[in-house]
């Protein structure tokens, strides 16, 4: 697989002069998550309004952990907080509403954005064409992925990790089920899981030092003022500044998660290479050199014979047509 600065470097090219139409583009992307955040701002807007508190001290009353001594400093008013509860109550549904939005723009993300890397034109309007099998997918990938996360919380990202390419996997076999591109998905990062890791912790760091910065500077602008209406505008402002840091972010974390689809993809189709060129020179599949997409841990694998793993590679394997070729050629 290609070095970290490879990949870095070829996001950057295929962003290349076009990151404000990307960002638009991300934006759609983000209606869901942008909703939940501007309900998010309201609610506490709402409650620091109304009550004067902090969403922390208001939900510490409802919780029951607030003191005697921080109510009377406060000056709770228990029937003006039930009011306040009431008010942002359809808030809260509605930001629950929101977020289940976002199953129908997992698929149309991951496919516009690589459609990018491979340098085709794609609309807003084609990508939300896959909204509906985005949802099957999603919705499977989730059942899946939360026994995993229950039973402790590594062996559920080692999990995501396996799954993050069904999406991809997804529209370049449209006519495989989500359990199929799920398979698939763990067989394309089979001993590529490390790399993804690194770029997710990497991107993690940059969101994280981006979004501290953004919300450092409202803090120090907030000490310069005072006033409910203030706090209300700096809150408006600093959720403006989020979202435009996050559609710029998420299309470069969007294009190298792609890069790192086609480079996988790629690496993949070797060592398919490699396992058909042993059966090639043996003759027959054994256990070890079969079927380059049985299960590893299968104990009931069966012969395949040349033709067999031939018409896999073509066939099942799915990358040997020449709409995928090599994606980084120049």
């Known amino acids: 697989m290609m070095s970290i600065g490879q990949t870095f470097a070829i996001s950057m090219r295929r962003i290349n002069k076009k990151w404000n139409k990307y960002a638009l583009a991300m934006l759609v992307f983000l209606i869901p998550s942008i909703i939940v955040t501007a309900l998010s701002v309201a609610s506490q807007a709402t409650i620091y309004i109304k009550t004067g508190c902090s969403l922390e001290e208001f939900v510490s009353y409802f919780a029951g952990t607030m003191t005697d001594e921080t109510m009377a400093e406060l000056q709770i008013d228990?029937?003006?907080?039930?009011?306040?509860?009431?008010?942002?109550?359809?808030?809260?549904?509605?930001?629950?509403?929101?977020?289940?939005?976002?199953?129908?723009?997992?698929?149309?993300?991951?496919?516009?954005?690589?459609?990018?890397?491979?340098?085709?034109?794609m609309t807003l309007g084609e990508a939300m064409k896959y909204a509906w099998k985005s949802v099957p997918l999603t919705l499977l990938m989730i059942l899946k992925l939360i026994p995993w996360f229950l039973l402790f919380f590594v062996p559920g990202v080692i999990k995501a990790i396996q799954y993050s390419q069904a999406y991809y996997i997804k529209y370049d076999h449209p006519e495989w089920s989500s359990l199929e591109c799920i398979k698939?998905?763990?067989?394309?990062?089979?001993?590529?899981?490390?790399?993804?890791?690194?770029?997710?912790?990497?991107?993690?760091?940059?969101?994280?030092?981006?979004?501290?910065?953004?919300?450092?500077?409202?803090?120090?602008?907030?000490?310069?003022?005072?006033?409910?209406?203030?706090?209300?505008?700096?809150?408006?402002?600093?959720?403006?500044?989020?979202?435009?840091?996050?559609?710029?972010?998420?299309?470069?974390?969007q294009t190298l998660y792609s890069v790192y689809y086609e480079d996988a993809r790629r690496s993949y189709l070797e060592d398919v290479e490699k396992d058909l060129r042993h059966t090639h020179e043996s003759g027959f599949a054994d256990g070890t050199h079969?079927?380059?997409?049985?299960?590893?841990d299968s104990s009931d694998s069966t012969v395949?014979?040349?033709?067999?793993?031939?018409?896999?590679?073509?066939?099942?394997?799915?990358?040997?047509?020449?709409?995928?070729?090599?994606?980084f050629g120049n």
């Open 290 to 296: 079969g079927d380059p997409f049985a299960d590893n």
């Open 184 to 253: 698939h998905s763990c067989k394309v990062t089979n001993g590529r899981k490390g790399r993804y890791f690194l770029y997710m912790l990497m991107l993690a760091v940059i969101n994280g030092v981006g979004g501290n910065i953004i919300s450092y500077v409202f803090e120090v602008i907030g000490l310069f003022g005072s006033g409910v209406w203030f706090i209300v505008v700096l809150n408006v402002l600093n959720l403006a500044a989020s979202v435009i840091f996050s559609a710029y972010f998420n299309v470069f974390e």
């Open 78 to 121: 228990p029937n003006l907080m039930q009011r306040t509860l009431l008010i942002i109550m359809p808030m809260e549904i509605a930001a629950a509403a929101a977020t289940i939005l976002t199953i129908f723009f997992q698929l149309p993300m991951a496919v516009y954005f690589l459609n990018v890397v491979r340098e085709r034109d």
């Open 304 to 327: 395949t014979y040349v033709g067999e793993a031939t018409e896999v590679k073509k066939n099942d394997g799915g990358y040997a047509d020449n709409d995928h070729g090599d994606p």
